[in-house]
T-cell receptor
């Protein structure tokens, strides 16, 4: 079993839709949870960063972490074609320790 | 966030040659740097973790003699792909972190094509 599981998609939605991306994890020691966006042939770009359980909102993006169920979510409101990318969830225990990535979900927002 | 650069961004080489990729943290001291490899439509695969001034720790299945990692300073780590073969063609990405940072900062990646 992978430490972080993510549905690879692809996921296709119409412009303006609400997108829900999800991951589950198995390592109880994970304290920090991230969502990265990666465009084709580019490095990952940090979108959202959450410590422990709770919600965090930034513009059209909302990240949720439920440590009791080991569930991580990213919601994108009013999705735009420019949101078309691969979204990677990641977790780690903190400090200089390594990140554990999900497989990434490929999202396409269509006009 | 902090800025991490990689050089070169794209390299093409002949089979059997060696290629060096540099990863620099431009505005903070990275005690730890991570090297990832990513094949098309796949997630990032961690290859190794390097701490400044010590030997890198390689993930299972990664050949340490083929992928040489040096982290000689707090702002520079290098990955050398020795005797490259076409199957080494991939996207190589570094990230930089520190014990005082609860975050990693990613470089833009280097695309390696081995002919």
């Amino acid at each position: 079993q992978k430490e972080v599981e993510q549905d690879p998609g692809p996921l296709s939605v119409p412009e303006g839709a609400i997108v829900s991306l999800n991951c589950t994890y198995s390592n109880s020691a994970f304290q920090y949870f991230m969502w990265y966006r990666q465009y084709s042939r580019k490095g990952p770009e940090l979108l959202m960063y959450t410590y422990s359980s709770g919600n965090k909102e930034d513009g059209r993006f909302t990240a949720q972490v439920d440590k009791s169920s080991k569930y991580i979510s990213l919601f994108i409101r009013d999705s735009q074609p420019s949101d078309s990318a691969t979204y990677l969830c990641a977790s780690f225990t903190g400090g200089g320790n390594k990140l554990t990535f999900g497989t990434g979900t490929q999202l396409k927002v269509e006009l | 966030g902090a800025v991490v650069s990689q050089h070169p961004s794209w390299v093409i080489c002949k089979s059997g040659t060696s290629v060096k990729i540099e990863c620099r943290s431009l505005d903070f001291q990275a005690t730890t740097m991570f090297w990832y490899r990513q094949f098309p439509k796949q997630s990032l695969m961690l290859m190794a973790t390097s701490n400044e001034g010590s030997k890198a720790t390689y993930e299972q299945g990664v050949e340490k003699d083929k992928f040489l990692i040096n982290h000689a300073s707090l702002t520079l780590s290098t990955l050398t792909v020795t005797s490259a073969h076409p199957e080494d063609s991939s996207f190589y990405i570094c990230s930089a972190g520190a014990v005082s940072y609860n975050e990693q900062f990613f470089g833009p990646g280097t695309r390696l094509t081995v002919l």
